[in-house]
Structure formats: C-alpha cells, structure tokens
C-alpha cells in the first residue's frame, strides 16, 4: 500500500514544483548524456579541430578552431553532399530520429567527417513520440545501443563505444512532458531501460 501511495505523492511533486525544461540542456532525460558527450568533445581538445553539429548549436562555445552549425531539415542530412566541407568533428544529437533514411544519413555523417576525424550521435529510445511538423520534423525511428552500432558501422565508421542511460522513473516522467532535472531525480541506469542512446566514433585516416 505504501509504494503505490509514494508514487502518487512523487508524481504530485513532480507536477506542482517542476516546470517544463525550457532547453535540452535542462532536461532530466538528458542529464547523463551530456555529462558524457562533453567529457568526450573536451578531450578531443577543442582548440585543434574543427567541428560541424547537426540542427543546434549547444556545443558552439566549446573554443572550436571553426565551427559550423548545420540545421537540419534546411540542410538535408539524406540528401547527396556534393562539395560540402568537412569536419574533425561531426555531431549529430538528437536528429537521427527524424530522418527518413538513416542509412543515408549515417553516410553523410562520415562524408562530413575528415579523414581521422570523430562523429558522436545520440538518439531517443523509450520516449514518447515527438514531432514538429511546421519545421519539417517527423519522428520516425528508435535505436538500441547495438543498432547504433550497427547504423554507423554499416557506413563505414569505427565506433569506440556505445552508451546509454535511463531508468523507469524517468520513462514515467517524460511521457507527457520533458521536465527539467532537480536533485530528487534518480540518475542510476537501468540497461534494460534506457532513455537515451549514443555512440562515438571514427572515420579511418
């Protein structure tokens, strides 16, 4: 009796004293994953390199030697590159979802990147549907660890290692919303939960 009693009151919590997350960066879903993505972006030295980031500019102020945002739908990420530039480094968070054909947007992802060079991606797994259809953006696809792996291996990219995080409290959390994180929030993983998946990797010199 007392379990399902202190999870209405932790619902009740949640609704009344937690607003809606304004950015990406505020979100509890996201909590993990960024922590990971910047230890990762940090140690590739920033100074030295290059970088492109798909739809966003959240790792703009990172001090890149250049830097280029590429707003997806605008720039088509399935569509043929021709003489696009290329990157030390490629990312790609959050977007892959909402392509037609991630095949050929994984591909593009290693046309973007230098030879040498690192493409990092992430993606939603157990999260609602969510779609934009003024800006073009469709949700269309989910991505296990092992079939990010896959996606990106099969376009010819060496992956260094996939992650993921998520846990059922914060499923039940962003069904109907993406609420900010506060301390109260667990942030321990349940692999057979996961809430967000991503991958780093490497085009071959």
């Not at 909402?98 to 591909?107: G, I």
Request: proline share 7%; glycine share 6%; charged share 25%.
């Amino acid at each position: 009796m007392a379990r399902p009693v202190l999870r209405r009151l932790r619902a009740l919590r949640d609704r009344v004293l937690l607003p809606e997350a304004a950015t990406g960066a505020e979100q509890w879903q996201r909590v993990v994953l960024n922590r990971e993505v910047a230890r990762h972006l940090e140690a590739l030295h920033p100074p030295a390199r290059t970088a492109a980031e798909i739809s966003g500019d959240a790792h703009a102020g990172r001090g890149w030697k250049a830097y280029a945002s590429l707003n997806y739908p605008e720039f088509d990420l399935c569509a043929p590159l021709g003489d696009a530039a290329t990157y030390d480094v490629v990312i790609c968070e959050q977007v892959i979802e909402h392509v037609a054909d991630p095949s050929a947007a994984a591909a593009n992802l290693r046309r973007l990147c230098s030879p040498g060079g690192h493409v990092i991606v992430s993606t939603p797994f157990l999260i609602r549907v969510h779609e934009l259809p003024l800006y073009g953006m469709r949700d269309y696809w989910r991505f296990t660890p092992r079939g990010l792996r896959e996606l990106l291996e099969r376009a010819g990219l060496d992956v260094d290692g996939v992650g993921a995080w998520g846990n059922r409290r914060c499923i039940v959390g962003n069904l109907d919303r993406w609420p900010a994180y506060r301390r109260w929030h667990p942030l321990h993983n349940e692999p057979d939960a996961p809430v967000q998946v991503w991958a780093f990797a490497r085009k071959r010199t």
